[in-house]
Every structure is written in C-alpha cells, then in structure tokens.
C-alpha cells in the first residue's frame, strides 16, 4: 500500500502545522549554536507551503514541487534552501507516479540525502539532520507495511539526536563552538525529529 497525492498532501499539511508549532523551541535551541533563526525560518516555509498545498494535485510529485516552491520563497537560510533542495529531489524522483510505495522510500531518502550533501558540502557525521534522515533511511529498509513508517521514522530520528548529542558539531556555525557543542542537541536534528511529530 502506498500513499497517492492527496495523501501526501495531506501530510505535507501535518508537517507544516508541526513547524509551526516548533518554531519557538528551535528558535531558542538555535541560538545556542547558531544565529537564533531556524524556528522563524521554519514558520515561514510553513506559511508558504500551506498557501502552495492550497489546491488538488494529480500526483505526489506535483505536491513536492509546490513545496520546493514555497519553501524558496519563504527563505534564503541555509535551511531553507536544504527543504526547497529536498523537495525538489522528491519531486523529480517521483514524476511520472501516481503514487509513492513503501519499496520507495529508501531509494527517496538516499537520493535527497545525496542532494543535500552536495549543496551543503557536509557528510554524515557531522552533526546535521542528515544524520537524521540517515537514520530514518536505514530503519525505513526494515519496514515493509506502510502503517509502520511514521512510528520507525520518529524512533531512528529520536536515536540519532540522543546519540549525536555527545559528540562535536563539525560544520556550519555550531562548529565554531567546537567542545561547548557537546551534550547538546543539533538545532536541525531536532527540527527533523518535531517536522516528523
């Protein structure tokens, strides 16, 4: 069992209420390692995706890319400009589907993960929410009925925040906190794990 486009919109709205709702937390978690901004700029990719997920689409990919659309529009962060590239991989790999499959999952989150490791220039390991969707990617290979995806998906995001909370951030400006960065939680790894819900 798969999901088709109008169940697809239907999460990318759960996920954009998710963001919202989280934007105060990661605003605050933020500026500990950063510039104090992803919550904001999650809000305003929330905002537009809301507006872009507005009408009916005849197929997922046509969902992904009103997303990657909203998304840049509403910011030109570094965060923002990883879910516009993330949503724009999705919405290339899926063209042509009536519907995204479970069997489609893995080969999606290893085809944005290596799109975002190109425009960000990072590598798992480093602290991000790649990490993150690392994670999700290897525990969504053990899934095979769709109903458990959402449940795996949290705990594999859950489990990689915990276990990169020991370790150093490597890149981006949390780097620049090198030792005083462990023992906390990276900003988008949590990000990741709230959009999830």
């Known amino acids: 069992m798969g999901w088709q486009a109008d169940e697809v919109r239907s999460w990318l709205l759960r996920c954009t209420d998710r963001m919202e ?20 700029t ?5 905002i537009q995706m809301r507006t872009g997920l507005g009408g009916s689409f005849a197929t997922p990919s ?6 990657a659309t909203a998304c840049a529009r509403a910011s030109g962060s570094s965060f923002g400009t990883l879910l516009a590239v993330a949503f724009m991989t999705l919405t290339k790999e899926t063209a042509g589907r009536t519907a995204v499959e479970m069997a489609d999952v893995e080969p999606l989150l290893g085809a944005v993960l290596t799109a975002l490791k190109a425009r ?14 690392e994670a999700i990617r290897v525990a969504s290979a053990e ?22 909370k020991g370790k150093p951030n490597k890149i981006g400006r949390a780097r620049m906190f090198g ?9 988008g790894m949590v990000a990741v794990l709230r959009i999830i819900g």
């Open 179 to 187: 030792e005083k960065s462990v023992g906390l939680a990276d900003p």
């Open 42 to 46: 999650l809000e305003k990719c929330a």
């Open 120 to 133: 960000g220039r990072s590598e798992l390991g480093d602290k991000t929410a790649l990490d993150s969707l």
């Open 143 to 164: 899934v095979s009925e769709a109903e458990g995806l959402h449940g795996c998906a949290s705990s594999a995001a859950e489990s990689a925040m915990d276990e990169f």
């Open 21 to 40: 709702a989280a934007a105060p937390e990661l605003n605050e978690l933020d500026a500990r390692l950063g510039d104090g901004d992803l919550g904001a």
């Open 62 to 67: 046509e969902a992904f890319k009103a997303c």
